[in-house]
């Protein structure tokens, strides 16, 4: 108890200093692992009976992660055991306006609530209700029988209308002709591919970026060592034309291709990677002790934007590698997975790390978050099993990976989960200008 009490007082000190927070690239180094000290706190001293610092620790968590799901629920929680309405109702209004969905019914103390302020949980179901409502249409481009694949990945060749998807378990590239549902194998492991985790189509040269790394789900062969690298391969004739190697790299996990210069996303070694070229020597742009779990990545308004699963959406300067945690109005970005820009620069988000899941319309200005707003949440092709997870967007179109179905390909071999798989999912809808 002694170390989990001392890490409790140094992040409330922590907290309490005006540059304070996630948001501050000053801070000391890790955030995150401070952030999952003050949890065990809180459950210890809850366990405990302690709920005055429990309720403390907790806080102090969300400071660092501010919009965390589970711990906003913590709160409502933690504030029913110590029989406070007032706690359990500003948490419901914090879970509300955070954009999170939250069902009312399961309250032991709804009946109290509505006697006691009536019109504030009016108001909050009223909110809550909105955020259980599916947003937006989208319509299905393809569903394909590659159920064992894990597909992760998508890019769009709009010049000849070709589908690329990439799959986590079969180490797989694989190509859809216009109008056909028919996959053919563009690149595999005997390309070098581990895991495929995010494709980008560069244009202007004419090529098709592959991130690829090794999970404990990569299929590796016998004496076949774990690694990652980017791959460049040529649009038209499939050949690879390069592969990047980078000393140091975990896991390369997402790429994005502006005006010819590359991006790519290391969630392994948490860096930030730029080619300027092809065949040019990556170069690291950025690394930041609070970077948590880096996801997606694009390039709009003059920045680089990366999406951090465990603490939000990052502003990275591309000339001085300077990184900033960006707060959003109101709105969670925990759970933030791949990401795209739409034709006027606005970011698309995919989340999939919270309720409801979906697509979320992020409009920045100077540096800043304007606005977070849903474009399609709860979509049934969803599934049970199964999450968005990656985005592209072409000639004002949006395609979606709609149901990645990671909780049926466990770490060991369950053939129940096997025979759970629903075949892959993209789904397809117009994009145009925010208003």
């Given amino acids: ?54 309720r403390r620790s907790n806080e102090a968590a969300l400071a660092l992660q501010p919009g965390h799901p589970g711990l906003l629920n913590n709160a409502l929680l933690l504030s ?3 029989g406070d309405l007032e706690g359990q109702l500003q948490a419901l209004e914090r879970i509300a306006q955070a954009g ?25 179901r009223s909110r809550l209700d909105r955020h259980a409502t599916a947003q937006g249409r989208a319509e299905t481009l393809l569903t394909v029988s590659l159920a064992d694949s894990l597909i992760e990945a998508i890019a769009v060749d709009i010049e000849t209308e070709r589908v690329f998807l990439g799959g986590v378990a079969d180490r797989t590239v694989y190509v859809f002709e216009h109008g056909s549902s028919e996959p053919q194998v563009f690149a595999g492991p005997e390309d070098g591919l581990y895991s495929v985790f995010a494709l980008a189509i560069d244009g202007r040269n004419r090529l098709l970026y592959v991130a690829s790394g090794s999970l404990p789900q990569t299929p590796l062969r016998d004496g076949e060592v774990p690694g990652t690298a980017l791959f460049a391969f040529d649009l038209m004739t499939g050949g690879l034309m390069t592969r990047h190697e980078i000393e140091g790299a975990g896991r390369i996990t997402d ?15 948490n860096r930030v990677y730029r080619l300027r070229g092809p065949l040019a020597e990556p170069e690291t742009v950025a690394t930041h002790p609070h970077f948590g779990s880096l996801q997606g990545i694009v390039v709009t308004g003059g920045a680089i934007w ?54 979320f319309r992020i409009a920045v200005e100077r ?23 990656t985005l592209n967007i ?15 390909f466990p770490e060991t071999r369950d ?19 925010l208003q």
């Fill in 80 to 82: 029913g055991m110590a």
């Fill in 367 to 389: 540096g800043a978050i304007r606005s977070v707003e849903p474009e399609l949440t709860l979509h049934p092709a969803f599934g049970e099993h199964g999450e968005p997870t």
């Fill in 415 to 433: 053939p129940a989960a096997e025979s759970s798989r629903g075949p892959p999912v993209v789904l397809t809808w117009p994009v145009g200008p």
């Fill in 306 to 359: 990366v999406a951090d699963y465990a603490m939000g959406l990052w502003r990275i300067d591309p000339d001085t590698g300077r990184a900033q945690l960006v707060p959003a109005p109101q709105t969670s970005l925990i759970g933030l997975d791949g990401l795209a820009t739409g034709p006027d620069g606005t970011i698309y988000a995919v989340r999939n790390g919270a309720e409801p899941m979906g697509v």
């Fill in 1 to 54: 108890m002694t170390i989990k009490v001392i890490a409790l007082l140094l992040a409330l000190s922590f907290v309490a200093q005006p540059a304070a927070g996630a948001q501050s690239e000053e801070a000391p180094a890790g955030v995150l692992d401070l952030s999952r000290d003050l949890r065990d706190v809180t459950r210890e001293v809850a366990g405990q009976s302690d709920l005055v610092l429990a």
């Fill in 255 to 269: 790429v994005t291709v502006r005006d010819g210069v590359v991006y790519a996303v290391d969630g392994g070694a």
């Fill in 394 to 408: 072409e000639d004002n179109r949006a395609f979606l990976v709609a149901n990645a179905q990671w909780s049926l």
């Fill in 100 to 124: 999170l969905a939250f069902d009312l019914d399961r309250l032991d103390t709804l009946a109290q609530l509505q006697e006691t302020a009536p019109v504030r949980l009016a108001a909050i």
